[in-house]
């Protein structure tokens, strides 16, 4: 969370951070809604996922939260995603 | 690039690193040949952009030459889609 204590640059960090985790839900919720996948791409989709779960495991190996909860969001988001593209095609 | 002496968790987010970055390319050159954007949401690929251009300038000010790297070649690709996104609808 934001705090009159933090840094500048630790804030611009978590803003950076909240940007790329929370984009994935206009995308989940639009597909959900839409069911029209035809556009995105499944490798990019697949790789991305593959991507953001090896993130993951990086982070709890490194016992670095931050990392670990923003990647943790960020997978369940892609994954839902990358299941309606193998869904809808 | 990965060398015999890095250790595991260092491959580890390598890789990571790598599918996060390159994962971008096939969806720029399938929007690139196919001009079709319909099932990309707009605000997603715009905080997507605002956010790796952010990690960016983070990397920047922390001297973190990986973390520029990365999100410079992300950067380029992520932009490309969502000017074609602007441009395609």
Same mark, same amino acid.
């Given at each position: 969370? &934001?705090h009159?204590?933090?840094?500048?640059?630790? &804030?611009?960090?978590?803003?950076a951070?909240?940007l790329?985790?929370?984009?994935?839900?206009?995308q989940a919720?639009?597909?959900?809604?839409? @069911?029209d996948? @035809?556009?995105?791409? #499944?490798?990019?989709?697949s790789?991305?996922?593959?991507g953001? +779960? !090896?993130? #993951?495991?990086?982070? $709890? !190996? #490194? +016992?670095?939260?931050p990392? $670990?909860?923003?990647?943790?969001?960020t997978?369940?988001?892609?994954?839902? &995603?990358?299941?309606? @593209?193998?869904?809808?095609?």
């Amino acid at each position: 969370m &934001i705090h009159p204590s933090m840094p500048a640059l630790e &804030i611009l960090g978590f803003v950076a951070a909240v940007l790329t985790t929370l984009c994935w839900l206009p995308q989940a919720l639009r597909t959900l809604r839409t @069911k029209d996948t @035809k556009s995105l791409s #499944l490798v990019t989709q697949s790789s991305l996922t593959l991507g953001v +779960g !090896l993130w #993951l495991i990086y982070g $709890i !190996l #490194l +016992g670095n939260l931050p990392l $670990i909860l923003a990647n943790a969001v960020t997978f369940v988001l892609v994954v839902l &995603i990358l299941a309606m @593209k193998l869904r809808y095609g």
